[in-house]
Each structure stands twice: as C-alpha cells, then as structure tokens.
T-cell receptor
C-alpha cells in the first residue's frame, strides 16, 4: 500500500513569489486535505478536495488555492507569498464515507519565505 | 463550534514511568476524537481514534485513551514511557458529518533517561 508522498520536502521563496506544492494520495483514497502548520503550532485546515472539487475550506485567503486530479493527486498553490506563509504544509488523504474519518498524512513540505 | 484544548504544552517524564497527556474537547454533537504523534521532521501518525464505540481506546505502541463525556475529556496515557516516545502529540476533534479536523496546540513529551 503506497503512502502519502509530498514534494518538494523543503523550499525557499521570497515575498511576493508564488509556490506550488504537490501531493500523491494513498492508494484507494479519494479525498485530500491540506493543512498549514506554523512553527510551534498545531496544523490548521486549509481546504479539502473530493472528486476534483473543493468541498470545504478553512479561514485562509483566496491566494491559497488547490487542484485535485483524476488520479486523486493534488496541488496547493499560494500566490503573493507573505512572510507569515512560512510553515510546514501537510497533505492528508482519506476515503470519503469512511466512518472512522482517519487521515493519513505525508511528511510535509517546509516552506520558508524570506 | 468544536474545539480541543491540550492542557499542557510540555510534559517531562522519566523512562519507565507513566505518561499522561491531557485533552479536553468541545463539540455540539457526537465527536470523533483522535490522537496523532509527530516526531521531529516527520509527518503525523495516528496513535488511536474514538468513534462512539468503546470508551476506552487502545492504540499503537502501548498508548490508550479514555473518552469521558461527562468531563468532555480524552486523555492519552501509557503505563511506561520509552525514550522513543519523545515527540509532539496532538489531540484532534472532528464533528460527525464534517470535513474539518480541529487540532489542539500540541504537547511536547520529553522522556528523561
């Protein structure tokens, strides 16, 4: 069973730039969620995708956007980067309809904005 | 609105002694509750989950948690700490039928030799 994989693992950007983070879901999972984890904090929900559409969003501005592809992989895009966007970005896959609701996380992409 | 509160930001125990990590939740409906562990520079791994079955939930690596509705608590315990347990632990709540998971602020567990 293939786990959740994310790329890149680390990257550095400057303020105002744009970034794309990628995620491959665990085999058999049809839902992907993205979380932002600032240093010393718990993960914060950004949004969730199911069947290539966003079906839930947290308190993040529109410059945070995403895509889900037919193979259930996903991208997180952040435009006009700000210093506060520096964080670990976690992707989690799950199976919609699974009553246990377990999320399976990747190891994250650590973004530093200078 | 649902939320979780982890009552201790840091906990230190000696190897071989019991571990107690405290979590209180707030939810209008029957919640699903989880404990996740995060080792340095790693992703989050599920320790255990409560989904309205047995109130005492056993997880991996000897951890367990008890759901107490009257106290709105879901504390994580382990009888004997091991050095490899040193990590960040997160209590998580998901209200039934929602897509959103609410994480606590985390408890950093330190295990002393």
């Amino acid at each position: 069973e293939t786990g959740v994989t994310q790329s890149p693992t680390h990257l550095i950007k400057t303020r105002g730039q744009q970034v794309t983070l990628r995620c491959s879901s665990q085999s058999g999972h049809n839902t992907v969620s993205w979380y932002q984890q600032a240093l010393g904090q718990g993960p914060q929900f950004i949004f969730q995708y199911y069947r290539e559409e966003e079906n839930g969003r947290g308190n993040f501005p529109p410059r945070f956007s995403g895509l889900q592809f037919p193979n259930y992989s996903s991208e997180l895009n952040v435009n006009a980067l700000e210093l506060d966007d520096s964080a670990l970005y976690l992707c989690a896959s799950s199976l919609l309809g699974d009553l246990t609701g377990e999320l399976f996380f990747g190891e994250g992409s650590r973004l530093t904005v200078l | 609105a649902q939320s979780v509160t982890q009552l201790d930001s840091h906990v230190s125990v000696s190897e071989g002694t019991p571990v107690l990590l405290r979590c209180n939740y707030s939810s209008s409906y029957s919640p699903s509750l989880f404990w996740y562990v995060q080792h340095p520079n790693k992703g989050l791994q599920l320790l255990l989950k409560y989904t309205s079955a047995a109130t005492l939930v056993k997880g991996i690596n000897g951890f367990e948690a008890e759901f107490k509705k009257s106290e709105t608590s879901f504390h994580l315990t382990k009888p004997s700490a091991h050095m490899s347990d040193a990590a960040e632990y997160f209590c998580v709540v998901r209200t039934s039928g929602t897509y959103k998971y609410i994480f606590g602020t985390g408890t950093r567990l330190k295990v002393l030799a």
